[in-house]
């Protein structure tokens, strides 16, 4: 086995592909509608009218099938959060990753393909800030004739947890950028749609209820059509290789004042290529540069064993002695603390391009992220399937 390690950070198949008379078939429509939060009414773009979105109920090992619909104003995609589709980055949705948007008027059918996965997830779109309002719960129960290594309970609710905006979402993303951030907050948090009791007209009567970011110092640039079809087509100058493997410069990352000119990254689209089936470990090291902050950093298309963490600066010889290779907590999510790090290890067994990004919404589009190349494998069952016919437009 080949161990690689970042430290850180034709017609007839393509009709093949999408037969699939037995699958669930689900209907995203993607438009506008009016809703009421604290005492004013205004339009937000949602799926099928609703907010939070439709609740998806699976069995593990299903495999479904969602039209997308766009009947909204703006370019959208769909993202199916800890579903590592095997083989099928094409219906992962992440933009300009994975896929060009879906353009308001078109339509795009993703094909979900659940294995592992067993629990509650959730689909969110993944297109600027329009993750806002849509959104919606994904449960995936266990397979037929099996069940959770728990009592069933008495009650399932699915909670999500959300923010409000009293302006237009896009607004807000438009002020994100040109006021670099400052200022930008939300109105109000959200439990499943609603706001809470003390915000002004939180239930109906009778009811009870520009920054830039970086990995490594390079800032990820969208490209102008998705990484996926350029590597897949062989399309060149759309993506670099050269996301280096360590910062290019070591400092005393949480110290209290760091000069300016460390804060001002290189723009580019980097990525890593990544052989078939071998092993990476991942370090995140938060920084105290403009400020600080926390991140959510999330790794589309594959699970990761949680083998490290601590406060402070990351230590190559002393804190590796510390991990946990017994009994790693396995996620595809993880907080790293502000003036902390989180050392990660994974297996690249699923050919495609994966996303890795913070999941902060305005950490990702100042750029703290980048994509994964996974290789084909040699066997077929370790390629990658073929794209569907109506992958969208760029």
Same mark, same amino acid.
Request: proline fraction near 8%; hydrophobic fraction near 40%; charged fraction near 15%.
């Given at each position: 086995m080949k161990v690689s390690t970042s430290k850180l950070l034709g017609f007839l198949v393509f009709f093949f592909f999408y037969q699939c008379q037995a699958c669930p078939h689900y209907k995203f429509i993607v438009k506008e509608a009016p809703y009421t939060r604290l005492c004013s009414t205004k339009n937000i773009l949602t799926v099928n009218g609703q907010f939070p979105g439709p609740t998806l109920y699976v069995n593990k090992g299903d495999t479904i099938v969602v039209d997308v619909y766009n009947r909204g104003n703006y370019n959208i995609t769909i993202h199916w959060h800890g579903v590592k589709q095997p083989r099928n980055p094409w219906s992962d949705g992440p933009e300009y990753i994975t896929q060009c948007p @879906?353009? !308001?008027?078109?339509?795009? =059918?993703?094909? /979900?393909?659940?294995? %592992?996965?067993?629990?509650? $997830?959730?689909?969110?779109?993944?297109?600027?800030?329009? =993750?806002?309002?849509?959104? #919606?719960? +994904?449960?995936?129960?266990? *397979?037929? #004739?099996? =069940?959770? !290594?728990?009592? *069933? !309970?008495?009650?399932? /609710?699915?909670?999500?947890l959300g923010e409000w905006w009293q302006e237009d979402i896009m607004q807000v993303y438009l002020d994100l950028e040109r006021y670099a951030g400052l200022g930008v907050t939300s109105d109000a948090y959200l439990i499943n749609g609603q706001p809470g009791d003390i915000y002004p007209c939180s239930k109906p009567a009778g009811e009870q209820l520009?920054? @830039?970011?970086?990995?490594?110092?390079?800032?990820?640039? &969208?490209?102008? @059509?998705?990484?996926?079809?350029?590597?897949?087509?062989? /399309?060149? #100058?759309?993506? #670099?290789? &050269? $996301?280096?493997?360590? !910062?290019? +410069?070591?400092?005393?990352? %949480?110290?209290?004042? $760091?000069?300016?000119?460390w804060e001002i990254p290189q723009l580019g689209t980097e990525v890593r290529v990544l052989d078939y089936n071998s092993t990476v470990e991942l370090v995140f090291q938060a920084t105290n540069l403009i400020g600080g902050s926390d991140?959510?950093?999330? +790794?589309?298309?594959?699970?990761?064993?949680?083998?490290? +963490?601590? $406060?402070? &600066?990351?230590? *190559?010889? *002393?804190?590796?002695l510390t991990y946990n290779l017994v009994d790693p907590p396995l996620q595809n999510t993880i907080h790293v603390p502000r003036d902390g790090w989180m050392a990660i290890r994974f297996r690249t067994n699923n050919p495609g391009v994966w996303h890795m990004h913070c999941h902060i919404d305005r950490h990702m589009v100042w750029g703290m992220g980048t994509a994964f190349i996974v290789k084909d494998g040699e066997s077929p069952e370790t390629k990658m399937l073929p794209p569907p016919p109506d992958m969208p437009p760029c």
């Open positions: @879906i353009q !308001p008027g078109a339509k795009f =059918r993703q094909k /979900i393909i659940f294995t %592992t996965e067993e629990g509650t $997830l959730w689909w969110h779109a993944h297109s600027t800030w329009l =993750r806002a309002t849509v959104h #919606g719960a +994904l449960i995936i129960y266990p *397979k037929m #004739g099996t =069940r959770y !290594p728990f009592p *069933k !309970p008495d009650v399932e /609710i699915p909670i999500i520009r920054f @830039i970011a970086s990995v490594n110092n390079v800032s990820f640039l &969208n490209p102008s @059509i998705d990484i996926l079809q350029a590597y897949y087509c062989c /399309i060149q #100058g759309v993506y #670099g290789t &050269n $996301l280096p493997d360590f !910062p290019q +410069l070591f400092f005393d990352f %949480t110290a209290d004042y $760091l000069p300016t000119e991140h959510a950093m999330h +790794l589309h298309g594959h699970s990761f064993y949680v083998v490290g +963490l601590g $406060l402070g &600066n990351f230590n *190559k010889d *002393k804190d590796p």
